[in-house]
Nanobody
Framework: GQLVESGGGLVQPGGSLRLSCAAS????????FSWVRQAPGKERERVAT????????HYDNSVKGRFTISRDNAKKTVYLQMSELKPEDTAMYYC?????????????????WGQGTQVTVSS
């Protein structure tokens, strides 16, 4: 199976972007998904997680109120709507799929990683 992210790009501070993560080759409905980002010189950090049904959602405090994670099980796609973007949001954004997930981020539980999509917030 694989995950393919898209939607990254260059945006001005205060702007918006929507990232997409398309899944194939595994049973999408059985997996929770997270968006994880990594800025140059920094460790990866989880920004949002969504459960199989979408009933459980967790956001990191740094993005709460600005980012929205969602999923469309019919399209086998996970989204991250980002608004009020800040320069500190600049990073490579990855999609990650796991059958076990929760408020505590456990990267060892991830079974599928995407290749990443770059988000750059700059004027």
């Amino acid at each position: 199976g694989q995950l393919v992210e898209s939607g990254g790009g260059l945006v001005q501070p205060g702007g918006s972007l929507r990232l997409s993560c398309a899944a194939s080759g595994f049973t999408f409905d059985n997996y929770g998904f997270s968006w994880v980002r990594q800025a140059p010189g920094k460790e990866r950090e989880r920004v949002a997680t969504i459960s199989t049904s979408g009933s459980f959602i967790h956001y990191d405090n740094s993005v709460k109120g600005r980012f929205t994670i969602s999923r469309d099980n019919a399209k086998k796609t996970v989204y991250l709507q980002m608004s009020e973007l800040k320069p500190e949001d600049t990073a490579m954004y990855y999609c990650a799929g796991a059958t076990t997930y929760g408020s505590i981020w456990n990267p060892a539980a991830v079974e599928y990683w995407g290749q990443g999509t770059q988000v750059t917030v700059s004027s």
